[in-house]
């Protein structure tokens, strides 16, 4: 571990190499996240996409050193702003949580207590890591209120989470995270549980906050359409692995890994008429334990070639390196 923090400005925001998790169960060792690496700028918004089980919370979880045991976290660096966070003691890494990095989860319902009122749920961590005295942060926590959108903020203060529709109790989550100013937020299916005018209005308020406020945003969503409403880069998962990355834009216009295109297909957008038939990728996500040799991907892939039977592909790069990334031997040869 290191101390020394790189203050260049060309330092991304957050950079994860070579992040892999793993879990010893009686059939061996299980690689639930392999090899991921990613960067979130400044003021952008990063989305990593996949379905169900691909390991998009775990990753979000070993950033932020909450791997459940017996979870084994390895990775070359996992840096914010120039600040290496591998091997970082818990008391550390309790400090960059909730002030550096602020986290959104799915359920606002879970992750409020029930029985204090939401006022004064959002004025603790200012209490416990800003020390401002609780008069203070009760003010501060009407501010947080006022900018994500909550009316009659001082009154609503006042309420127990129950008494809060699920998009107000979603914004309460989000003054939460907020609250001391993070240079990270880190939002795990935010809008999930929400009807969608009202995911659209989340959605909308956490880029305005990113960029307003220069914060990078780590969205984590199985939803396409939510990716193309939010994202600046877009990281696919798939097994574990993170088989595509590139600007959001291209990701759409133009996708490259056999797995991202069959995403595309599958999934509703806004530019698919009613009328048009979704088509599902055949076939279903192998289990950690039980991935294929070569390519995790080859026995759902239509492309598939006697080299993705043995050799799991390397990340090729595409466009001088710069913009895109795909783990596809496809995109190599
Ligand atoms: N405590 C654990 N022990 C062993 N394996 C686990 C544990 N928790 C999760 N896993 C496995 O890790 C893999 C990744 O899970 P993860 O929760 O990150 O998926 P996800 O992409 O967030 O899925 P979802 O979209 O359903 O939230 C899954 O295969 C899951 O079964
Ligand atoms: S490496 Fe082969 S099996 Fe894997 S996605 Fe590419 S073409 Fe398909
Ligand atoms: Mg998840």
Known sequence: MSDAVDTSPTVPLLRVDNLSVCFETEKGSVDVVRSVSFQVEKGQTFCLVGESGCGKSMTSFALLGLVPEPGKVKADSISLDGRELTGLSEAAMNTVRGRQIGMIF????????????????????????????RRDALKKAEKLFAMVGIPAPERRLRDFPHQMSGGMRQRVMIAMALSCR????????????????????????????????GMGLLLITHDLGVVAETADKVGVMYAGSIVEQAPVNAIFANPLHPYTKGLMRSAPTPTLS????????????????????????????NRAHDRCLTEPPLVHLEENGLAREVRCWLAAE
Do not use: K, W, Y
């Open 182 to 213: 993070p240079r990270l937020l880190l939002a795990d299916e935010p809008t999930t549980a929400l009807d969608v005018t009202i995911q659209g209005q989340i959605l909308a308020l956490l880029r305005e906050l990113s960029f307003s406020q």
């Open 106 to 133: 799915q359920e606002p319902m879970t992750a409020l207590n029930p029985v204090i009122r939401v006022g004064d749920q959002v004025a603790e961590p200012l209490i416990q890591h800003l020390h401002l005295s």
């Open 274 to 301: 009613p009328t048009q038939r979704l088509e599902a990728i055949p076939g279903t996500v192998p289990p950690p334990g039980a991935l294929p040799e070569g390519c995790p991907f080859r026995p759902r892939c």
